[in-house]
Nanobody, 124 residues
Framework: QLQLVESGGGLVQAGDSLRLSCAAS????????MGWFRQAPGKEREFVAI????????YYADSVKGRFTISRDNAKNTVLLQMNSLKPEDTAVYYC?????????????????WGQGTHVTVSS
């Protein structure tokens, strides 16, 4: 089983940048597609970004496209989410998720393992 721990959240102002990190346990990290999801107060968890097991394919939600970048370092068992030009609507708890296999998905239910989340608050 894969264990995921997010970090890097905090309170920032609109227009600022923030980098989230997800540290994964297990020696099979490179076999998992990784995703970032977020959940704002009163809303359902939503897709943010995904990256394939080998880092060759990425996909972003329209709301973050051009501002966020997902990357991974399999040697360090880490996936990152670089968030630039943050907006108040980006405020949410951000979750790291993992899915084993070559097929990636934006659906929450398609991910097997989840971290506990890290809070991101963007003030105006």
């Amino acid at each position: 089983q894969l264990q995921l721990v997010e970090s890097g959240g905090g309170l920032v102002q609109a227009g600022d940048s923030l980098r989230l990190s997800c540290a994964a346990s297990g020696r099979t990290f490179s076999q998992y597609a990784m995703g970032w999801f977020r959940q704002a107060p009163g809303k359902e968890r939503e897709f943010v970004a995904i990256i394939s097991y080998n880092g060759l394919t990425t996909y972003y939600a329209d709301s973050v496209k051009g501002r966020f970048t997902i990357s991974r370092d399999n040697a360090k068992n880490t996936v990152l989410l670089q968030m630039n030009s943050l907006k108040p609507e980006d405020t949410a708890v951000y979750y790291c998720a993992a899915r084993k296999g070559i097929i990636t998905t934006t659906v929450v239910g398609g991910y097997e393992y989840w971290g506990q989340g890290t809070h991101v608050t963007v003030s105006s």
